[in-house]
């Protein structure tokens, strides 16, 4: 092979390469919208401003920093304190430690869907553990990156795919937030996000949408996360009391502030198999669930379902 046709050929190969990494890219997109757009969305709201029911942790234990579903009985949690996971029962009160992991792993976020527990760490790994609960599967999967922070993990339970956000500064007044996904046997985040937006970005929406003066201060700190179950919108819970919710392709729809007496440092959002939003306070004063209710609305009269 002479010297312009092994040129040409190392062109070709290129151009090769980036076409079907971009081709790679645009089908996550593609993927997902595809899906999106066939996901059944019910119609309904939640009245931030009244609870249906209020779970007062036993005596002892510090709040949760983290809550996912396991079953119509049972979740999981994170305590506050100890940063350890355990199952607890609302029901009936109690909760039960799980197995330890490594000494000095401090669990910040923890997600289940399909028999499949994952854990991310301070030190931004993941950790796989089988629907007995019993063990860790593997050896922990390392995702930190230079530039940002995935600070939050949830699954999405129609794509089947965990779903993290991570943060990126964008200097002292603007950070950049993109919801990244990662199927379970990939063991790999995808590099191109489902969609991103920045804090500017959201400042603007709430000023066309609430009366926000350009005066007041406004702060967005993400503390926790989940995918409806009805709806398939992401909600975003900020350590300032508020609720940001987004549409399957990154849209914001609403940006609500929680009205709860029983809360006074919201610290975790997630949601029951029913779609009912559960929030936890951050407060060792007060370590309590809330459940809120789904009002859900029939499609044709709009009326509420009671």
Request: hydrophobic share 40%.
């Amino acid at each position: 092979m002479t010297r312009v046709q092994y040129f040409f050929s190392f062109v070709l190969a290129t151009i090769s390469f980036i076409a079907a990494r971009s081709i790679q890219q645009e089908g996550v997109k593609s993927y997902y919208k595809e899906l999106a757009s066939s996901f059944h969305k019910e119609k309904g709201f939640f009245d931030l401003s009244e609870t249906d029911a209020a779970h007062y942790l036993p005596m002892g234990l510090q709040p949760f920093s983290a809550l996912t579903s396991l079953d119509t009985n049972s979740m999981l949690a994170i305590s506050h304190d100890s940063l350890s996971l355990m199952t607890y029962m609302p029901q009936t009160n109690t909760f039960h430690y799980m197995p330890a992991l490594a000494e000095g792993t401090k669990i910040i976020q923890v997600a289940y869907h399909d028999s499949t527990v994952v854990m991310l760490d301070a030190a931004q790994q993941l950790y796989f553990m089988d629907a007995s609960l019993s063990s860790a599967v593997a050896e922990p999967l390392n995702i930190a990156q230079e530039d940002a922070t995935h600070k939050l993990l949830c699954f999405h339970p129609n794509t089947s795919r965990l779903l993290f956000l991570k943060q990126t500064d964008q200097g002292s007044e603007n950070k950049r937030y993109a919801i990244q996904t990662m199927r379970l046997g990939a063991q790999k985040i995808s590099e191109t996000p489902l969609f991103q937006f920045e804090q500017s970005a959201l400042l603007a929406f709430i000023q066309q949408t609430q009366d926000l003066s350009l005066d007041e201060v406004f702060s967005f700190d993400p503390v926790s996360m989940a995918v409806h179950p009805q709806t398939n919108e992401l909600y975003i819970l900020s350590s300032t009391g508020s609720i940001l919710t987004l549409d399957q392709q990154g849209n914001f729809l609403s940006f609500q502030n929680i009205d709860l007496q029983q809360i006074s440092q919201p610290r975790v959002l997630s949601f029951d198999l029913n779609g009912d939003l559960l929030l936890t306070d951050g407060s060792v004063l007060h370590p309590v669930i809330l459940k809120v209710r789904w009002q859900k609305m029939l499609p044709k009269k709009g009326t509420l379902v009671k």
